[in-house]
């Protein structure tokens, strides 16, 4: 089993809509949790971490639930520039090596 | 501007020759990774250094050697390039917080073809 799980999509959906994505991490010990988004042929960039709480930044929304080993992205009120690939991206933390590890990412396309 | 800068941007090789692929930051980050990407693979760690004089095997060594030659730079290079080892390949730094506003960034990638 891959150490961090994302359905690949591609969701499409029309403006204004309200988009959500998933992502399964294996390794108990992980320790931080991000969302990145990645348009293409473009380097990684931090969308959002999450933190325990949830948390929101504008029209997005993120979540952590420890005992299930998944968190969430929930994208509101989508716009044509929200296109891209969205990847989830887990830290375990190892006897003080931080080694990121990467879900294959969501495509998302917003149409109009 | 701060960040991770990554050269060079395109390369093109033929099988068996060698080239270095130079990463450096100035965030004064200690931990800093190569990955490769492929389409459909997602983001695969070539090597990885948790801090200066270290450097770590990843998910996908073999065909790679990498230096870090100080806390700014760590470099990958592939000895004898084969058409297996195209394509995009990423340099990114991190250093964690007591706030939790972890940040791992990532260079603008360079796109290796080898023919």
């Known amino acids: 089993r891959k150490e961090v799980e994302q359905d690949p999509g591609p969701f499409n959906v029309p403006e204004g809509a309200t988009v959500a994505f998933n992502c399964t991490y294996s390794?108990?010990?992980?320790?931080?949790f991000f969302w990145y988004r990645q348009d293409c042929r473009k380097e990684p960039k931090l969308l959002m971490s999450?933190?325990?709480s949830g948390n929101e930044d504008g029209r997005f929304t993120a979540q952590l639930n420890r005992a299930s080993q998944y968190i969430s992205l929930l994208i509101r009120d989508s716009k044509l520039s929200d296109s891209a690939t969205y990847l989830c991206?887990?830290?375990?933390?190892?006897?003080?090596?931080?080694?990121?590890?990467f879900g294959r990412g969501t495509s998302l396309i917003v149409h109009p | 501007n701060a960040g991770v800068t990554q050269t060079p941007k395109f390369q093109v090789l033929k099988t068996g020759q060698s080239m270095t692929l130079q990463c450096a930051q100035d965030?004064?980050?200690?931990?800093m990774y190569w990955y490769r990407q492929d389409p459909g693979m997602g983001l695969r760690l070539i090597y990885y250094?948790?801090?200066?004089?270290?450097?770590d095997k990843g998910e996908v060594p073999n065909g790679y050697n990498v230096s870090r030659l100080n806390k700014r730079e760590f470099s990958l290079r592939l000895e004898s390039a084969a058409p297996s080892q195209t394509s995009v390949y990423f340099c990114?730094?991190?250093?964690?917080?007591?706030?939790?506003?972890?940040?791992?960034?990532f260079g603008a990638g360079s796109r290796l073809t080898v023919l």
């Open positions: 990114a730094s991190f250093r964690p917080t007591d706030s939790g506003a972890n940040v791992l960034t």
């Open positions: 390794n108990s010990a992980s320790q931080s």
């Open positions: 965030m004064n980050h200690n931990s």
């Open positions: 999450v933190y325990s």
């Open positions: 991206v887990v830290l375990p933390s190892s006897g003080g090596s931080y080694i990121p590890t």
């Open positions: 250094s948790a801090s200066e004089g270290t450097t």
